[in-house]
């Protein structure tokens, strides 16, 4: 018999550490125009969550909210290989899934603390931000099952014949959930056009996933049961992302199926605001902070001969949206008090009776 | 005017929507080469193509995940579930995702899409495949909830169910497929939310459903013979509810039972009972009574489903006592 | 279990009853509903039946002793099993069915009458204690009390269980000459003409009449009928609109919503508003009441009316819906009569008829004050009052109220 726990020390497991070459995509062929592109949506990601972070503190920020600070290189990729009829399924560690496909800020952060003017007026929260006119089809907060829903919206715009690729993300601990199979099998049967995003950060909650997973590469070592290949790529490096999101969009624009992608990253924080992540080795946090995704990318774009200047302008343009969208957000009105009764119903209402 | 099976009226309406709107598609375990193991929607493959009725791997979440995407993003689907208590393996989707999202998301999507499954007992498959689940829906706010007892009913509210733009559970009920019934020819559109009185009576109101209206209407014989003139409503809509005419016929009758094949405890009928408890408490001539299945699984042996699943005969017998006393 | 007899209460305005005689001695034997005891009160004599079987174990209250209303006169031994003694409830009647047979046979005994009786009997004025129940047990059912008040029994309650006085004089029969034909008056016939005759012979009535200009209404009636049908499905009728201006005065002047009593020397206040609506059928005129008109909105009285109305011309209406009423709209003006003097429904003051809305040359002051000849829609307005209670100008305040309200038409929040 083998327990999680029976050779080694809650905390004390294997520790795994991210590459250390930052240069080796330095020459892969992404335009100057697109890696800007990038590196705004990762400042955007990164000041606005550590905004969040700031915000919870002052108690502004009710319930839970789970940052991806660490992570932002595989939002950004995906977001800037999508097309912008292209649908985002997001995670409830969704802030920059939603950010990736260029929802305002203001909206978002006053989501989060509840206000009228929230993306979803206050109804959905954190977890569940959707902006459909943004393709965001929302953020779902109950593992895997929105890898099957993620299906329904490939199946239909294969159906429709829109074109449309459907992004799906998830993390490391949903490979273990029936839903995941069960969708896998799915959207391999019907071919569907749709990539499968695993955003392997190690840790499922507060648990190593190596110490509750049959295989190594939880979502990669899946694959081939689905006939899929099995991709792992570098989630911090945002090159790296770029293209293998581009490569996965492609395929499944051109009608050959779905793909699944394995992205290893690391958060900077915790699972949830609660959680301080102590159960991780201290070694292993300071190696994968030092492989930061911005710092990865700015040391990039400098070696590429982009002005220190240009790109601390981005970060203070970026830092004044987000300080105005905090400005906003917080003198947002709270929801009316008639808005809880309203949009259950396609009528507007929320009536059970006549 | 034709005279068709429940399970033939449960293809026809489907087909009646999939001819008249092409975003009406069709998924599910068995229903396009098989035509349905209830042979529910036999015809549908032949007519519509591989494109529009689908077989799906036993996934549930899977099919209704399918089913919720799709109807995010314009198509109309009508997912089946093969058996009611299937439900449990995907009830995630259901009452997580399907129910929510449009709350949640303040309106941004909209999810028209219908989830039909055979539903409840008396045909002897045991404690996993009788169920009648009904009010598992019923307690989860943004699932609306419908069960025809007629094929007639069941071509109507398929009909109105498709063109909802809310999801909508359809419980067909297993021990009714092979009833047969008049249905009109043409186009059948009825109307979600609406209660009928299949029987007008003064002294009694029995509140039934799906399986229990014929046994209610059968009661309601035996009751005219001994000299109590009950009124049958087959109330048809779980959610919404038509509370209209039910707390109609309570002041008209001044008794209320119920008949109900979920166990016991929170069926259907606790519902009702509660809310002409409080809005027709003076309209009330005596206890508000219901008949359920008792509070236990379904046992699989024809005697002793027969034994619990209230029948016409015990529902005569409590109305008279009630009336009685 | 031991049940108590207590002194009932024998009509609305009696608090206290003499015991007259005991008909049963201490130790005796006593079935349900079998006489007990006389009882004489300042307007009734009457005997009052057991409320259960078993022995009379006590005594309390002797002969000749005065005691108010709700006191304990005596107490009986039950006879009936203890509710542990219940056959068991086979199990497909479903669990929950055990339990509710044995509280409810007890009830029985108890005498204690159903939400609906008490509500029939409160709404018309019905003493419960003195009604001989028709259901099992001696329970009184909601029947009783319709029909102790469609013969109007309540004025006299003791009526209710007195013999027809011996040697009454046979009905005079009518032979018919050559082109005549004698037919039986229908039932409804029968009842609406004792109704009509018990009015006439019971109070004292007049009739007054103003005119009202209703163009406003009219016009807001044009305007929102349409949009109303379309988003709401109502009907909006004028009757509406007259039945809310009524109900509104009725608030503001409770005497002509309040009844004289059976001994014709109190009057008996009605909290709510329930409004009669006079209704012409294939049968007869019947008139169904809408409960609590007062707590109504325009469209939600529109609705009551409209769906009394349907019903009471197709048969669907209950007994109940046809009784409680505290007083009674009635549009005379259906079929172009200017105004009537319409006879009051017996145990309420006032009933309002509705003439026929015409239009005529009137003198219309604008707003400014201004005086035209102007094309106005008028009608009358005829308020019959039972004179016992109310005076003159009463009846005038309140047609005045009905005639302001109308004619300001400011109905719109009311349409929003």
Redesign the interface.
């Known amino acids: 018999m083998r327990l999680p726990l029976s050779d080694h020390e809650y905390g004390a497991h294997g520790v795994v550490l991210p590459p250390t070459d930052q240069t080796r995509h330095d020459d892969a062929p992404v335009p100057i125009e697109t890696r800007l592109g990038i590196y705004r949506k990762l400042q955007e990601m990164r000041q606005f969550e550590k905004r969040a972070y700031d915000l919870f503190m002052r108690q502004l920020v009710k319930g839970t909210s789970h940052l991806s600070l660490g992570m932002e290189a595989i939002s950004a990729g995906f977001g800037a290989a999508m097309h912008q009829h292209d ?1 985002t399924f997001a995670t409830y560690r969704g802030h920059a899934h939603t950010l990736a496909r260029g929802v305002p800020m203001t909206p978002v952060l006053a989501e989060l603390l509840g206000r009228a003017n929230g ?3 206050g ?2 929260g954190s977890m ?1 931000l ?3 006119e943004h393709g965001v ?2 953020s ?1 907060a ?1 593992i ?14 294969q ?2 014949g829109s074109g449309q690729v ?1 992004v799906c993300f998830f993390g490391d601990g949903t490979t273990n959930i ?2 995941f199979h ?2 896998l ?2 959207a391999a ?2 071919k569907l056009p749709i990539v499968f995003v695993c955003e392997n950060n190690l840790y499922m909650e507060y648990t190593s996933i190596a110490d509750i997973t049959a295989v190594p590469h939880p979502a990669a070592d899946r694959a081939a049961a689905y006939g899929l290949e099995p991709v792992i790529v570098d989630g911090n490096d945002a090159d790296e992302t770029y293209l293998a999101a581009a490569s996965a969009i492609e395929r499944a624009r051109r009608g050959d199926g779905p793909s699944l992608v394995e992205a290893l990253t690391y958060r900077h924080g915790g699972h949830s605001r609660a959680d301080p992540g102590k159960y991780r080795p201290q070694d292993e946090v300071e190696a994968w902070k030092a492989y930061d995704p911005i710092a990865i990318y700015r040391g990039r774009l400098e070696r590429l001969g982009v002005d220190r200047a240009e790109l601390d302008l981005i970060d203070k343009e970026v830092a004044e949206a987000v300080d105005l969208a905090t400005d906003e957000a917080i003198a947002g009105e709270l929801p009316p008090p008639e ?1 809880a009764f ?7 209402g ?5 | 005017m034709a005279e068709l099976t429940y399970r033939d009226a449960v293809a026809r309406g489907i087909a009646q929507e999939m001819r008249r709107d092409e975003r009406v598609v069709m998924i599910g375990e068995d229903v396009a080469g098989a035509g349905g193991v209830f042979k529910t929607t036999v015809g549908l493959l032949d007519e519509f193509g591989p494109r529009r009725v689908i077989d799906t791997p036993i996934s549930e979440q899977a099919i209704l995940g399918a089913a919720m995407g799709a109807a995010m993003t314009g198509l109309r689907p009508v997912a089946e579930i093969m058996f009611s208590d299937f439900f449990a393996v995907c009830w995630d989707i259901v009452v997580n995702e399907i129910a929510k999202t449009r709350y949640m998301t303040g309106g941004q999507v909209t999810i028209p899409l219908v989830i039909k499954t055979g539903n409840g007992g008396s045909l002897r498959f045991g404690a996993q495949h009788s169920q009648a689940v009904e009010n598992w829906a019923m307690a989860v706010p943004g699932l609306k909830v419908v069960t025809p007892s007629t094929p007639r009913d069941v071509v109507g509210l398929m009909a109105a169910a498709v063109r909802s733009d809310d999801p909508v559970l359809f419980f067909e009920h297993k021990g009714l497929y092979a009833m047969k019934g008049e249905v009109p020819d043409g186009e059948i559109v009825d109307e979600l939310g609406t209660a009928v009185v299949r029987r007008p009576g003064t002294d009694a109101t029995i509140l039934s459903l799906g399986l229990t209206v014929k046994r209610a209407l059968d009661a309601a014989d035996q009751l005219a013979e001994r000299g109590i003139q009950a009124e049958v409503v087959d109330v048809r809509s779980l959610v919404p509810l038509d509370t209209r005419t039910i707390l109609a016929s309570v002041a008209k009758t001044g008794r209320l039972f119920t008949v109900e094949e979920n166990p016991r405890l929170l069926g259907w009928g606790a519902e009702i009972a509660s809310i002409a408890a409080e809005e027709a408490f003076w309209d009330l001539d005596g206890p508000i009574q219901r008949i359920t299945t008792p509070h236990i699984p379904l046992p699989a042996a024809d005697s002793l489903e027969d034994l619990v699943l209230p029948s016409a005969d015990v529902v005569a017998t409590t109305v008279e006592k009630a009336l009685q006393s | 279990m031991n049940i108590d007899v207590t002194m009932p209460q024998l009509g609305e305005t009696v608090a206290e009853g003499t015991v007259a005689r005991w008909l049963k001695r201490v130790g005796d034997q006593v079935a349900d509903q079998e006489p007990l005891l006389e009882i004489a009160t300042d307007k009734v004599d009457t005997e009052v039946p057991s409320p259960g079987a078993g022995t009379l174990i006590e005594i309390v209250i002797a002969e000749d002793t005065t005691v108010s209303v709700g006191t304990v006169l005596a107490v009986i031994g039950s006879t009936a099993p203890a509710p542990v003694a219940l056959p068991p409830i086979p199990v497909a009647v479903g669990g929950g069915g055990a339990a509710a047979p044995g509280p409810a046979a007890s009830r029985r005994h108890r005498h204690v009458h159903s939400p609906r009786v008490r509500r029939l009997a409160a709404e018309n004025g019905v003493a419960l204690t003195l009604l001989h129940g028709t259901g099992p047990g001696g329970r009184v059912t909601p029947r009783d009390v319709a029909s102790a008040a469609a013969a109007h029994q309540q004025p006299e309650p003791v009526a209710a269980v007195a013999a027809p006085p011996v040697g009454a004089a046979p009905a005079p029969t009518y032979t018919p000459t050559a082109g005549e034909r004698v037919e039986p008056m229908s039932p409804l016939r029968t009842v609406i003409a004792d109704r009509m005759m018990q009015s006439l012979h019971t109070s004292a009535q007049l009739t007054t009449v103003v005119e009202v200009d209703v163009t406003a209404v009219v016009a807001l009636r044009r305007v929102a009928a349409p949009e109303l049908a379309q988003r709401l499905g109502v009907r909006l009728t004028l009757t509406a609109f007259f039945a809310k201006a009524a109900v509104e005065a009725l608030r503001t002047l409770p005497l002509l919503n309040a009844s004289v009593g059976p001994d014709g020397r109190s009057v008996i206040h009605h909290d709510a508003q329930h409004l009669g609506v006079a209704v012409d059928t294939e049968r007869g005129l019947l008139v169904p009441v809408v409960r609590d008109a007062g707590d109504l909105s325009l469209l939600g009285l529109c609705r009551r009316i409209e769906d009394l109305a349907d019903r009471t011309r197709t048969g669907g209406i209950a007994p109940d819906e046809l009784v409680g009423g505290t007083f009674t709209l009635t549009n005379t003006g259906s079929r172009g009569a200017l105004f009537d003097t319409p006879i009051l429904v017996p145990g309420q003051v006032g009933i309002l008829g509705t003439g026929a809305v015409v239009e005529r040359p009137a003198v219309w002051r604008q707003p400014d004050g201004e005086r035209l000849i102007a094309i106005r829609s008028l009608a009358h307005f005829a308020l019959t009052y039972d004179h016992r209670l109310v005076d003159g100008a009463d009846a005038a305040r309140f047609l005045t109220a009905v005639k302001r309200r109308l004619e300001a038409g400011q109905f719109q929040h009311e349409l929003a």
């Not at chain 1, 895997?144 to 715009?157: F, R, V």
């Open positions: 649908l993306l979803m007026g109804k959905g569940h959707t902006s459909v089809l929302g779902y109950i895997g099952a929105h890898l099957t829903i993620a299906n329904g919206a490939a199946w239909s715009a159906y429709r459907t029936g839903a069960e969708a099998n799915y049967v019907y808005s309203t949009d259950l119903w396609a009528d507007g929320s009536s059970w009776r006549n």
